[in-house]
């Protein structure tokens, strides 16, 4: 092992090689600490960056991990199979509206104030999902639809619409004008939703009380509010 005073020159020598603090160490007979602090400012190139991190990747602790995240992913698959078997057989429309109900609970407009039925969200299975609870739950005519988009101002505005419009099968003429988010400089959402956001509205107050009183209903059944001894 290397002592002071060469200890400062080796570890910085070894470090613009590209080595990790822990393989200094197993040269220079310091603390981690003080090879944190020798090794600190000295920048790496990205061909040795990458080493690192595949070393990091390759540690006997990290494949076995790895392998048991892999094996409970294929557990977990096999089960959810299972379970959605199971509901492949029951009557589809039940699940339809099941299914229709927790997700307007969850992402819908409930307030009275305008009394109109809303559901926005980036996710075009969720949006597929609630035009098709719309349509052949409540029953409500595709002349009633009213879509929404809220994009970024970097964002396809006209590609987002084709792409909508195939989504919920609405056409343009029912599209309302899109509201543009201002991002920051840095915001990664352009890329993350490249079609932004999608509000199915429907401007008809007994839909609106229909959708509520499902909820309230459902609700009442099987999760009631528990009460106080």
């Known amino acids: 092992m290397i002592r002071k005073p060469d200890s400062h ?47 990091k990747r390759n540690t006997p602790l990290i494949r076995s991990l790895r392998r048991q995240a892999t094996q409970s992913k294929k557990e977990a698959k096999v089960w959810a199979k299972k379970q959605i078997n199971k509901l492949s057989n029951k009557d589809t429309e039940q699940l339809l509206l099941v299914s229709g ?15 109109s039925v809303g559901f926005t969200n980036v996710d075009s299975r969720m949006i597929k999902m609630m035009m098709k ?22 964002g396809d505005v006209k590609r987002a619409e084709n792409y909508w419009s195939r989504i919920t099968k609405v056409p343009y003429k ?20 490249p079609y932004g956001m999608c509000r199915i ?5 007994l839909a609106w009380r229909k959708v509520i009183a499902l909820i309230e209903s459902f609700l009442k059944n099987f999760a009631p509010v528990a009460q106080l001894d």
């Open 201 to 205: 509205a429907v401007y008809d107050v």
């Open 174 to 193: 029912n599209f309302r004008k899109p509201e543009i988010l201002e991002l920051t400089k840095n915001s990664k959402s352009i890329n993350k939703y």
């Open 133 to 154: 609870f719309f349509r052949e739950i409540l029953h409500i005519p595709n002349d009633k639809f009213r879509i929404i988009m809220r994009i970024s101002g970097k």
């Open 9 to 55: 020159n080796k570890a910085t020598a070894l470090r613009h090689e590209g080595f990790s603090y822990n393989e200094i160490l197993e040269h220079v007979r310091v603390g981690k600490g003080t090879i944190s602090r020798w090794c600190h400012g000295i920048p790496l190139t990205e061909e040795q960056k990458e080493r690192l991190i595949e070393k």
């Open 101 to 115: 109900i927790l997700l307007y609970w969850a992402e819908g407009t409930r307030s009275n104030l305008n009394a």
